[in-house]
């Protein structure tokens, strides 16, 4: 059984994005730079992003943090969007999610430039990903996919299952893997037999949301389990798979932490230096 180490691989990719950008930044005049957007007080989401601006900084990218009060008004939110869109520093925009209740996220997300968009979220990107055109990738399921090119792991013509059918990480992440020549079920709350579907994958890919969901039964020996999950329990941090029990039968699995996640934070990065490269033509 193989552990798919996301740092390890997440180190690599910052490694290249850092030799890159210090040899076209003499060019460029600058180096690339990040907005990231944080609203209220949520301690998870300002572990995150201060997470962020650290990678930021290790690769040679200017990241500038926006704070704003949880009551902020969806009039100020969508000002600053704007006045970011037009800032010529500023090559992407990371609007950090979820925000309070009272805002308009899709609004806000809408309002974003697509040629800023570096999480992939704005109806354009998600557009050119569906026909498959270039374009900026969200960010987890790109995550996901390199991760897999790092370990070898083919999935064209293999049997994919994806567990959840979200717009940040089900439905993108299943559309990469059809450009990969996979074969994809999607499965969610109303599919029926779910443990059937899943019994019959060589790739399970698990993004609902609930602590230890796939179990060693679901698994068949061999298949290849990545846990999109991340779920704060009394016993902390754990996945939607019960890895203990699934890593005697699985080929290759992701821990949580340290699998997907550092993999969505140098999709980031690598999504911020492309902005940066089309914009200034390098």
Aim: glycine residues 10%; positive net charge; hydrophobic residues 40%.
């Amino acid at each position: 059984m193989e552990i798919l180490d996301g740092k390890a691989a997440a180190s690599a990719i910052r490694s290249g994005l850092k030799q890159e950008i210090a040899g076209l930044q003499s060019l460029a005049g600058r180096p690339p730079g990040l907005a990231v957007i944080l609203v209220g007080d949520d301690p998870a989401s300002a572990i995150y992003v201060r997470n962020k601006g650290k990678n930021c900084r290790e690769a040679g990218i200017e990241s500038r943090e926006y704070k704003l009060p949880g009551n902020v008004t969806q009039d100020k939110l969508e000002r600053l969007i704007r006045e970011l869109n037009l800032l010529e520093e500023v090559d992407g925009i990371l609007l950090q999610l979820p925000l309070p209740g009272s805002l308009d996220s899709q609004r806000c997300l809408e309002l974003i430039s697509p040629l800023k968009d570096v999480d992939g979220f704005h109806p354009e990107n998600m557009g050119k990903l569906t026909l498959g055109l270039p374009g900026f990738r969200s960010c987890t399921p790109a995550g996901i996919i390199a991760l897999l090119k790092y370990y070898n792991l083919d999935v064209s013509a293999k049997d994919c299952i994806v567990i959840g059918r979200s717009n940040i990480v089900g439905k993108p992440l299943a559309l990469m893997l059809l450009a990969q020549n996979a074969t994809v079920t999607i499965c969610h709350s109303r599919t029926s037999d779910i443990k059937g579907h899943v019994r019959r994958a060589d790739f399970i890919f698990a993004a609902v949301g609930i602590p230890g969901f796939v179990n060693a039964d679901m698994v068949k020996q061999g298949a290849v389990v990545v846990d999109v999950g991340i779920n704060r329990t009394q016993d902390g941090l754990v996945g939607d798979c019960d890895y203990e029990g699934i890593k005697e039968k699985a080929r290759a699995i992701t821990p949580v932490p340290g699998g997907v996640g550092p993999m969505t934070i140098a999709m980031l990065l690598k999504n911020t230096v492309s902005a940066w490269k089309n914009k200034l033509q390098l």
